[in-house]
């Protein structure tokens, strides 16, 4: 009966990758949309895709918990595969952050702030320009915005319009606040009409933006979920070349979220993990660990024929782990540079 903990979390995990098909899928379709368009990098960054993901070694616990020990992810922004681990290590952080017992007692905004649809060739430039409002706007203690909020996360979403062929990019936020600041008498309330204007100051925008604020009851799980969707709907990209010949440059490092105040405060006393990236965050020394523990199951967790397979692996000896991370990196640069991995460096 002791394994039976165990063998839920190996079902649980299953479960999981039945429904994550479609984004491996998602990143050998974009793999080939990439090699259609025009950028330098763009068969580099296809192989990368079809090679994100392809092998995962996941560490089933005895009371069923599991954990990622180890797998390749491409990191690119577009990739669905990425983008899927992603929102959900900014979900789990943003939840952790909002439900420590340093917002006990705090209510919660959201907002939404835009700019007009732009073309292709000015996305990067809308971006630059709402992200660098952002900046003005929660940087300066003495401003209206800052003063307001003890604390602000934000995440940038950029959406297509297939029918204009214009794109939209915006920010979605979250602000902590205390009980008092909905009275009538706070003179730092800051109400729609006010953030259009502040936002619009922020921007240098010649014309009143499109703005939403509203207070947060009782719904921090969906709200969450708001801030912590993908920055890109990966349907509006992943089989047209023109969208990401525009897309990739454009969010080429840029900061697609970030923490200010208490929000700031918090996730660093937490040490949560890094949402930029895709994959483990298990430290090496932890996962070499796993792997030599006969306690822990390892589950290999493959791609093939158009699905995810998991298969049992065989407790790991200290040189069987060196030897798959070999292995490992082998298959790599195999599918990353298209030659054997015993030529790599050799010039050829």
Known sequence: MKNIPRETGIIKLASVFAKKNDKKKGAEVLGFSYEKTKLSDAHKKAHKLRM??????????????????????????????????????????????????????????????????CGGENLEYEIIRILTAWRKLTDNKNKAFRKSFLGTFRALEVTYNKLTKTYHPHLHAMAAVDPDYFKKTNPDYIDQPKLRELWRDACGLDYLPQCRIERVKNAKEKQ?????????????????????EVLDPALHRKRLIAYGGLFKAVRTRLKLPDEEKAGPDIPQEKAFAAFMDPRIQKILVEWRMGTYHLSPMANFTAEGVVNAADRLAGEIIDNYLGKPAEKWGQGV
């Open 224 to 244: 969450v979920a708001e801030v912590a969707k993908y920055t890109v709907k990966s349907a509006d990209y992943i089989s047209r070349p023109e969208v990401v």
């Open 52 to 117: 994100c993901g392809s092998q995962l070694i996941y560490g089933v616990y005895e009371d069923g918990a599991y954990e990622l020990l180890a797998g390749y992810f491409c990191q690119l922004r577009l990739c669905p595969q990425c983008s899927w681990f992603r929102a959900i290590k900014i979900f789990n952080n943003v939840y952790s952050i909002i439900t420590d017992p340093a917002f006990s007692g705090k209510q919660f905004i959201f907002l939404t702030l835009t700019v007009k649809n």
